[in-house]
């Protein structure tokens, strides 16, 4: 099983879903290794999912910090060391970016289709919509497909949508952006027909248990880090941003939908040359949200593989 490392000096108080081992799971509030039911608080009443506290994250991160100091007996709550963690979405979909980072528009070896005729790549980032079957559990491997041998790791900051609308401007997108996931997820860099073959299989991208409010982070200032088998092997921050969050969510919304719980990622910024296979460890951590660990699986199959 894959190990979920909680930073308990965080400063931000990120909503989880956990089970107890005898009861559906819940919606809890994190501090530190405490975790508070979202049912026990005062504004907890009819709050039976993630979805439903995406509106209310702030409210209820300063409700539970309150009870926590000034009467924890009053509330349910748990610890982190006797519960086990589920992923806190469910999203109908995961719209997928890339291009955002200023190094996508000359790294033509990460970007190879900057140049596409009406693809307007200099102007917008571009965007697909992920399968399902591409988000791997909380405590499932990524798996590499048979067929693929150059597999590079990454990390990406992912928007969770707290509001459903269309056609959002800016600075609307931006309010809608209720909280924030890390997410880490492999890629396959050998030849590939379709465009954005590389990103689609099963269980290529996995999301951390912590869904921290947007409104506690400066989301244009924030670092990630991507270790292989312990050893650092890049760094990169939001502040190499093409775009602000509000214009990259307001880009999706004129193109589709969006409804609570959906997730935004926000591109790659790592440029790697390490390859991932069976056995290999990664380690993700976006400071301030969370750290994932996540092992590597490689598929087996009896199939006749065509690509």
Not at 87 to 116: A, M, Q, W
Not at 229 to 239: A, F, M, Y
Not at 276 to 290: H, M, P
Request: aromatic share 6%; proline share 6%; net charge negative.
């Amino acid at each position: 099983m894959n190990v979920i490392l909680i930073d308990a000096s965080d400063l931000c108080m990120p909503v989880v879903v956990y089970e107890t081992g005898d009861a559906t799971p819940q919606v809890g509030i994190r501090r530190g290794t405490e975790i508070v039911a979202v049912e026990s608080l005062d504004s907890g009443e009819g709050l039976t999912g993630v979805q439903d506290c995406l509106p209310v994250i702030r409210r209820l991160e300063s409700e539970a910090e309150t009870v926590l100091s000034e009467a924890p007996e009053s509330v349910d709550s748990h610890d982190l060391s006797a519960v086990t963690l589920d992923s806190p979405v469910d999203p109908s979909k995961i719209v997928r970016i890339e291009g955002s980072y200023e190094h996508d528009l000359t790294d033509e070896g990460y970007n190879p289709f900057i140049n596409t005729e009406s693809l307007r790549e200099n102007d917008w980032p571009r965007l697909w919509v992920a399968p399902m079957s591409a988000m791997a559990q909380v405590s499932d491997p990524l798996v590499v497909p048979t067929f693929a041998n150059d597999v590079k790791p990454s990390i990406e900051l992912a928007f969770v949508v707290g509001s459903a609308g269309k056609y959002w401007s800016p600075d609307e997108a931006a309010e809608a952006i209720a909280g924030c996931l890390v997410m880490v997820d492999i890629g396959i860099y050998d030849a590939l027909p379709g465009q954005w073959g590389y990103k689609f299989f099963d269980s290529a991208m996995r999301f951390g248990t912590d869904l921290v409010s947007a409104g506690e982070l400066n989301l244009s200032s924030l670092e990630l880090s991507l270790e292989l088998n312990g050893e650092v092997i890049d760094t990169k921050s939001t502040d190499r941003w093409r775009f602000t969050p509000g214009e990259m969510v307001s880009t999706v919304s004129e193109i589709m939908s969006l409804h609570p719980g959906d997730i935004i990622t926000t591109g790659n910024p790592m440029r790697v040359d390490e390859t991932v296979d069976a056995g290999d460890k990664l380690r993700a951590r976006i400071e301030s949200i969370d750290t994932v660990v996540a092992s590597i699986r490689r598929e087996q199959t009896d199939a006749e593989v065509f690509i």
